[in-house]
């Protein structure tokens, strides 16, 4: 037999084989188109030529095209064009959606996952979609490693702000300044939200207190108008 390539799920071995034949087939020694008679000593020659798993360079291929598109998307963003570096986040998150299936790549597609979202989530926040940047911000810090990512912190605590969500964007600052205590744009932003939501519970209690005065003003104008005119005459004297 001439050499023979067996497909193993972690290496691909080319094996020769030497003094195999077949007892039911009679040798001619003048004939030597027919195959060899069976060998009492068989030796194998083999090669290993690669231990790597055939899925691992797939999944190296994979990472380095999801790269390159995220590559594409940042040379759009740093342009202004948010719309075409969406564009190319979304092609490279297709690739790394699932970072599980990476198997002993899992790691680097997790980062590169973690990555991608947070450029999309920085696309939507200059394009005012901040439910959108909510999102992508929420999907990294539900892994084990976006939770200390300071970055999707910050950007969730951005997008909570524009949407109107004080108590959560504090929450978010608060997380921020845990993974990095006394960073600076935390700490801004964390004293802003108060200051803004204690105006806010001002106004509001000088409204309810305009509310409660008016209503006392109305209470006591409709307590006069109900009380009838009494005369009162006095009956006077030799009656």
């Known amino acids: 037999l001439g050499p023979t390539l067996v497909d193993y799920p972690y290496s691909v071995i080319p094996l020769n084989f030497e003094g195999l034949g077949s007892t039911d087939v009679e040798h001619n020694d003048e004939d030597d188109s027919g195959p060899p008679p069976l060998s009492q000593d068989m030796q194998l020659d083999f090669e290993i030529l690669d231990i790597e798993p055939p899925y691992t360079r797939l999944n190296v291929d994979r990472l380095e095209s999801a790269t390159k ?28 959606r699932s970072p599980r299936g990476f198997r002993a790549s899992k790691k680097q597609a997790e980062e590169l996952n973690e990555i991608v979202r947070l450029n999309r989530a920085a ?11 909510v999102f992508e911000c929420q999907r990294v810090l539900e892994t084990e490693r976006g939770a200390v990512s300071l970055k999707a912190w910050l950007r969730l605590a951005e997008a909570q702000i524009a949407l109107g969500h004080e108590d959560d964007a504090e929450t978010a600052l608060l997380q921020a300044l845990m993974v990095q205590p006394g960073n600076p744009t935390a700490s801004k932003s964390l004293a802003n939200v108060r200051a803004k939501r204690k105006e806010s519970k001002a106004k509001q209690s000088k409204v309810y207190r305009k509310m409660f005065a008016g209503g006392k003003k109305r209470a006591s104008g409709a307590e006069s108008e109900a009380k009838p005119d009494i005369e009162i005459s006095t009956p006077g004297f030799g009656h």
Do not use: F, I, P, T
């Not at 948010?82 to 564009?87: F, H, P, S, V």
């Open 69 to 96: 598109r995220k590559n594409r998307g940042n040379e759009c963003y740093r342009k202004g064009d948010l719309q075409g570096a969406l564009k190319w986040y979304d092609k490279a998150m297709m690739v790394v």
């Open 123 to 133: 696309c939507m926040l200059k394009l005012s979609r901040y439910e959108e940047a």
